[in-house]
C-alpha cells in the first residue's frame, strides 16, 4: 500500500464520516476524494455539490456531498456492516431503495421569536443554533411551503425569547400541523389561527399550550391510509417518511409472506403492514400506544377486516411461543431500541417467517443474532434509504426456520 492510498477517501463510516485506509476520519468527504496537505479536500469522482443551500450547516442532513452511488453503497453497508459485527450473513443482499429528494411527508422543525424576528428550520449539527430556512431539499414541497407564512402566525402567538414545536404530517386531507409551546390569547391570536388554517387549507390544526393537544380546525376527521383503509391518524402519529420508502418496506415484507395463513403484525401502530397486507386474511395486530390501536381498531371494524387489534405493551408483555405458533408469519417493526423481549420469544417459537422492519441497524443486527443462534436463517435483507441524506438508515430482514 502506497503513500497515495492512506490519503483516500475508500468509504463513508456509520456517522458520516469518510475514512481513510489507515483510520483517519474526515468529515464532508466521498469516496475517492484525495486528503491533501494540512487536511484539505481534493474532490473525487463521487463527490458533489449539495443540493440545498444550508448543507452543511443545517443538522437536517448529514451527506449531501455524495452522489447517487456512494450514498446507496453507504445504505447498504449500514445494513450489512452492523450485521456482520454480530457474525450474521444474510443469504441475499438486495438492491437499496433510496426516496428521491422533496419526499418527505412528515418533520418537526423547531421555532423560536426574538423580538419581531421568527426562525423555523433544523437545529446546526452539534448546536441549539436554529438554521432558518430559506429552501430544504427533503421536505415534501407541501410541507416546505408552510415555513414561511408560519413565520408571520408565530409572530402572533409565540411568546418573546420562547421557543416551539412544528411538527408537521401530509395525510390523505392534506397538511396535518401541531403546535406546541405557544400561547393563543385574546380574540385576535384565535382569529388568526382559523385565518390560517382556511388560507393554507389545511387537513387540521392542533396546538398545545403546554396542557395537552386541542385541535382547532379539522373540517373533516383527518385520516391516514394504508391498503385502501382510512385510519383515523393522532396529531403527529408515527408515519414511515415517505410514501415510496413505505412501499418499499410493504413490498419487501409481501414478498416472504406466505399466501394464506394468520399473520400478526407486532408493534403495529396505525396498521402500515396489518391493513395493507391482511385483505382477505386473519391479522392479529399487536400495539402498546393505546391511541394507534384503538384507530386501528376502528378502521379495521368499518372495512370488515378479519382483524384482532391488542392493545399490550409488547416489552413487558411479549407474545409467547405457545401464542406465536399459530401464525403462518409474525411482522415486526419496533422502535430503534429494537425488540429484545420479543425476539427471545420468536426464538422459541416455530414461527416459519419472521419478516423484521427495522429502523436501526444495530438493534436489528443484535435481535438478528438472537434468531439465528435458535436456528433461524436470514434469508434476505433490503435496505431503505427514506431519510436521504442522512445516516439514518431502515432495512427488512427475512428470517426463515
Request: net charge negative.
Amino acid at each position: 500500500m502506497t503513500d497515495t492510498d492512506l490519503d483516500t477517501i475508500i468509504r463513508i463510516a456509520a456517522k458520516g464520516d469518510g475514512i481513510t485506509a489507515d483510520g483517519r476520519h474526515f468529515p464532508l468527504t466521498a469516496p475517492g476524494d484525495r486528503i491533501g496537505p494540512g487536511g484539505a479536500i481534493i474532490a473525487g469522482p463521487h463527490h458533489v455539490d449539495p443540493a440545498c443551500i444550508h448543507f452543511p450547516a443545517c443538522g437536517g442532513c448529514q451527506i449531501q456531498q455524495l452522489d447517487e452511488v456512494s450514498y446507496a453503497e453507504f445504505v447498504t453497508g449500514r445494513a450489512i456492516g452492523a450485521l456482520a459485527g454480530q457474525g450474521v450473513v444474510p443469504g441475499t443482499v438486495l438492491p437499496p431503495h433510496i426516496s428521491p429528494p422533496m419526499t418527505r411527508r412528515r418533520a418537526a422543525l423547531r421555532a423560536a421569536r426574538a423580538g419581531k424576528r421568527v426562525t423555523i428550520g433544523f437545529a446546526e449539527e452539534g448546536s441549539h443554533r436554529l438554521i432558518d430556512l430559506e429552501m430544504c431539499a427533503v421536505l415534501d414541497p407541501q410541507l416546505f411551503a408552510l415555513v414561511s407564512p408560519l413565520r408571520g402566525l408565530l409572530a402572533t402567538i409565540l411568546p418573546d425569547k420562547r421557543a416551539a414545536h412544528v411538527k408537521m404530517s401530509l395525510i390523505d386531507q392534506g397538511v396535518d400541523l401541531l403546535l406546541e409551546g405557544v400561547k393563543v390569547e385574546g380574540f385576535a391570536a384565535d382569529e388568526a389561527l382559523g385565518d390560517f388554517a382556511r388560507a393554507h387549507g389545511l387537513a387540521r390544526l392542533t396546538i398545545d399550550e403546554g396542557d395537552g393537544a386541542q385541535t382547532r380546525w379539522e373540517p373533516e376527521a383527518a385520516t391516514v391510509s394504508f391498503g385502501g383503509v382510512p385510519v383515523g391518524f393522532p396529531p403527529f402519529a408515527f408515519l414511515q417518511a415517505t410514501p415510496d420508502g413505505e412501499a418499499a418496506l410493504v413490498g419487501a415484507v409481501r414478498d416472504a409472506l406466505p399466501e394464506t395463513g394468520a399473520i400478526a403484525d407486532l408493534f403495529a401502530g396505525l396498521g402500515t403492514f396489518a391493513l395493507a397486507l391482511g385483505d382477505g386474511r386473519p391479522v392479529y395486530a399487536g400495539e402498546g400506544a393505546r391511541d394507534a390501536i384503538l384507530a386501528l381498531k376502528l378502521a379495521a371494524g368499518r372495512a370488515q377486516r378479519r382483524l384482532a387489534a391488542d392493545h399490550r405493551d409488547l416489552f413487558r408483555r411479549p407474545l409467547t411461543p405457545e401464542e406465536l405458533n399459530r401464525f403462518a408469519a409474525v411482522i415486526l417493526d419496533p422502535p430503534r431500541a429494537g425488540a429484545r423481549e420479543q425476539v427471545l420469544q420468536l426464538a422459541a417459537s416455530s414461527v416459519p417467517v419472521i419478516a423484521y422492519v427495522s429502523c436501526n441497524p444495530a438493534s436489528f443486527a443484535r435481535d438478528g443474532a438472537h434468531l439465528t443462534a435458535a436456528g433461524y436463517r436470514l434469508d434476505s435483507v433490503k435496505p431503505v434509504g427514506q431519510f436521504r441524506w442522512t445516516t439514518h438508515v431502515e432495512m427488512v430482514g427475512i428470517f426463515r426456520r
